[in-house]
């Protein structure tokens, strides 16, 4: 039963691989996750390799062609699969590298060998294989040692396990082409059921691990909905209190809308970190408000809370370097609370947003003859241009500027109080410039 291909345990295996091979594609097309379509592929080519020994006719020819290059095409489906069911880009960084690469020597060779056998012949592709075969033997090896060593869960045991199993296995059957087929007829079985047999087994143990890792994933997913919610109903608690506070509104519709963007999404994770940051910056903000003063070194640590949502907001995110004159002692300089916020947002929202490729802000702090000079400095397309696209008065200051400058000016009683913004575009760099001095008192 063993020795004939066309015997009832072979179409068995080969028909389950079909089966699981049009449920995971079906899957796919429902939620489009990309490990069931790498999965799907790999079951596809496995399943069109075995299909090899019962074709007759041209059909075996056209086999011939494909034998070794239909493997070259499973294994790299394979690899895609092992990346994003164990996640290799976030816990093997350096290691997914060398798959990235495999995967790409395996697209290669899928053509290569199909171009060896129309031009040189079936025998060199056998003599061909020879070479690469035991050359990614090797590397696999070192990737399932890796994989195993590295990545602590039984997830990734279980893979290495199933992947070991039908490897060894695989193996066996094509010691044929070293030993012949005696071997294995005295044994009562055709080389290639080594090859059937490790198929069926890892396919099973695969699925099996694919339903606890879409399980994990949904229940991770749940408690951070459940999370999301809480924070959610926390916010608006906050929300009205902070409206009535002194900071920005702006800013707080901004965020809310970037969070509703989150989850529209289905950005969990974001949104509900998103909104951790948020809150903890609110709670600050609300807790300093209750003065009219603050201190620079307070103003800061709130400022940077503010970065830091405001990078998660912008694409590709932007640099924030601040440079703070050491002689300064920023406990003692009362400023309003949250006065160099509107600055840094315009910068953000008027400037760099606007702006292609590498995006800066730098914040200076600095004693300036008996002042305090802060200076925002950017590198976004520059106050110019930003007003021309936003169709405003050259005149008319930016939202929040002006209102800063108001509180600037009360707090220490119109004494020697300026605010310039100028635009520092040239024809090498672009950006602008918003420098505010105030007394040190």
Partial sequence: MLLDFHSEIYSW????????????????????????????????????????HIATGKVSEFYNYINFSIQFLAYAAYVLFARELLDTRSHLIKWDRYFVIETKVLLILFPTFILIQFLLGYEFQIKAFTLVAPLLTIFTLISYYVVYTRIKDNFSSYFVAGSLIYLLLANISFLEIFIGTEFFTDLGVQPMFFVYLGA?????????????????????????????????KEMEELKMTALQSQMNPHFLFNSLNSINNFVLKSEVEKASDFITKFSKLIRVILNSSSSPTSSLTDELSILALYVKLEQMRVTGGFKYIVNVEKNLNLDKIKVPPMFLQPFIENAIWHGIMKKEGEKTINLTIKEDKGNVLCIVLDNGIGINKAKELSHMSQKRKFFGAEATENRIRMLYQNKDVHIVTKDISSNTTTGTQVSIKFPLL
């Avoid at 069926?200 to 999301?228: D, H, P, W, Y």
């Fill in 13 to 52: 295996i080969r028909g389950g691989l079909f089966v699981l091979f049009v449920y995971h594609l079906l899957i796919f097309f429902q939620n489009r996750s990309k490990l069931y379509l790498y999965y799907s592929l790999y079951l596809l080519a496995l399943t069109i390799y075995l299909l090899s």
């Fill in 200 to 232: 069926m087994l890892q396919c099973i143990i695969f699925s099996i691990i694919i339903g606890f890792t879409i399980k994990r994933i949904e229940q991770k997913s749940k408690n951070a909905e459940v999370r999301l919610a809480i924070k959610l």
